[in-house]
């Protein structure tokens, strides 16, 4: 029977260690993988050579399965800076970008970083700066817009006439 083989395995082994990495239960998979292959005789040292897990980190899982199980393979909660806005906000936010600015008494017709922080303090007393307002964007699903920008002096009707669908209720 003829073997089978990776075309490019170094190329795969980074593809497979990256994926690996991603998320907490791909970690969990990778780590119950190796904590198997020592039940299964092979050392410490053959694991993480095969893996490309240091030996101090493989010894590590082991230590950690033997006083905890499974469980102890799994991540820990890490320590972070609490949220600034509530998961209660954000779904209180999110409908209101689901309106328009209007609706809000705000003069502009789309909602942008800058008028979104405005909201924010307005309505849940926090303050964010306009980067964070834009990563909330996308946090809640949404795109950012921009209105086309107007030519001064331009001919308006040249410029309706070029335009590839027409105007809405217009000509």
């Given at each position: ?121 307005e309505k849940f007393g926090v303050e964010l700066k306009v980067r964070q307002c834009q990563n909330l964007f996308h946090q809640l699903g949404f795109r950012r817009r ?26």
């Open positions: 029977m003829r073997r089978i083989t990776v075309t490019d395995p170094e190329r795969a082994k980074e593809i497979i260690q990256a994926e690996i990495r991603k998320t907490d239960e791909s970690r969990l998979q990778h780590r119950l993988h190796c904590v198997l292959l020592i039940c299964f005789g092979k050392t410490c040292a053959e694991v993480s050579a095969l893996f490309g897990d240091s030996l101090r980190v493989v010894q590590y899982w082991v230590r950690r399965f033997n006083q905890a199980g499974v469980q102890g393979l799994r991540d820990a909660a890490r320590p972070g800076r609490t949220p600034r806005l509530s998961k209660e906000d954000k779904e209180i936010l999110a409908q209101d970008l689901r309106g328009s600015p209007r609706e809000f008494g705000y003069s502009q017709n789309l909602w942008d970083g800058k008028l979104l922080g405005h909201h924010i303090k921009k209105p086309r920008p107007l030519i001064a002096k331009a001919d308006q009707g040249a410029q309706r006439a070029y335009k590839k669908t027409p105007e809405p209720g217009g000509q």
